[in-house]
């Protein structure tokens, strides 16, 4: 069963509610977000009376996640700050806990042979994840054929967006989004209410017009925007990826669509195929290295 098929009926209520809008029809109106630039943030766009709008930056030891909550008034700026603080610590406790370049991390212990996954139900989450990208992508995304043994870095950035936003939902924020890099996962409204804007950028030609979506429900993964060479191993030579400059993925869970866009940047245009049938995951951009 592929990883779209396992997830659906988990993700009921929360399938990529996204619309893809001819640039020029865009009119005036403005992106909220913008992917593959330098500044996530277009616009401080003002919010409404009965909602709390916050926007926060915080860095752990490998990344920087842009969190911006449109919250309702009832939740109070105490009950905001406790949202927020629960997400940031949730972010902070997978970088200590999780980090493949930490030595005491619990993924270090287990590529050691300490503990088991099922010794952290956290842990097994993220095996079994793994596991399950690797059947979906051929085995293009392999954890366990990267060098100094398991690594799930395509997925862990994802798989601790969408964590720390599991933490807004409980309690409480259903409008937000969360920025890290080039990727996001976004649910609800933006503050000037309707769906989040997000124009998303051509990874390498910065004359293309950018592809513009409205989601309330979605994310967007990117393996590659950086440029940076030999960061992806094919797990079928063991050398690095060097098809594409960069592979961009939509569709409902960030760590699933992370994983998708390194496999496609590791496969190549083979890849695209993945996508077909009726899956709930699309490429946006595939880009050869010339």
């Known amino acids: 069963m592929r990883i779209d098929e396992q997830r659906r009926a988990a993700w009921t209520d929360e399938q990529p509610r996204t619309r ?11 992106p909220d977000l913008r992917l593959g630039t ?10 409404a009376a009965d909602r709390i709008s916050v926007e926060h930056t915080v860095r752990t030891s490998t990344a920087e996640y842009s969190l911006l909550l449109n919250a309702p008034e009832w ?20 970088d200590l806990t999780y980090g493949p370049n930490r030595p005491d991390s619990l ?3 287990l590529r050691r042979g300490e503990i088991s996954p099922e010794s952290y139900p956290p842990l097994a ?20 054929a990267v060098p100094g043994g398991f690594d799930p870095g395509g997925l862990l950035g994802g798989w601790a967006v969408e964590r720390a936003a599991a933490r807004l939902r409980a309690a409480g924020v259903h409008d937000y989004a969360v920025l890290s890099g080039a990727d996001l996962t976004v649910r609800g ?22 592809l513009v979506l409205e989601m309330t429900a979605g994310a967007v993964g990117t393996s590659g925007v950086t440029g940076r060479q030999g960061h992806v191993v094919d797990p079928h030579t063991g050398e690095p990826a060097d098809q594409l400059v960069s592979a961009t993925v939509v569709g409902p869970d960030l760590a699933v669509a992370d994983a998708y866009a390194t496999a496609l940047y590791a496969a190549g245009p083979a890849g695209l ?18």
């Not at 809008?21 to 865009?26: E, T, Y």
């Not at 939740?75 to 997978?94: F, K, S, T, Y």
């Not at 195929?273 to 010339?290: K, P, Q």
């Open 125 to 144: 989450d993220l095996v079994d994840r793994c596991a399950a990208m690797r059947a979906a992508t051929d085995g293009w995304f392999d954890a366990w």
């Open 273 to 290: 195929a993945w996508f077909r049938d009726g899956s709930d995951y699309r490429a946006l951009f595939t880009h050869r290295r010339r």
């Open 38 to 47: 330098r500044s996530h943030r277009l616009d401080r766009v003002g919010g």
């Open 75 to 94: 939740l109070g700026r105490r009950g905001v700050g406790e949202a927020l603080r629960d997400a940031v610590a949730e972010l902070r406790a997978i």
């Open 20 to 30: 893809w809008i001819d640039q020029s029809a865009f009119g005036s109106s403005r």
């Open 107 to 109: 993924v270090s212990r």
């Open 189 to 210: 409204h933006a503050a000037h209410g309707g769906p989040w804007r997000v124009a998303v950028h051509h990874p390498t030609d910065a004359r293309r017009a950018p």
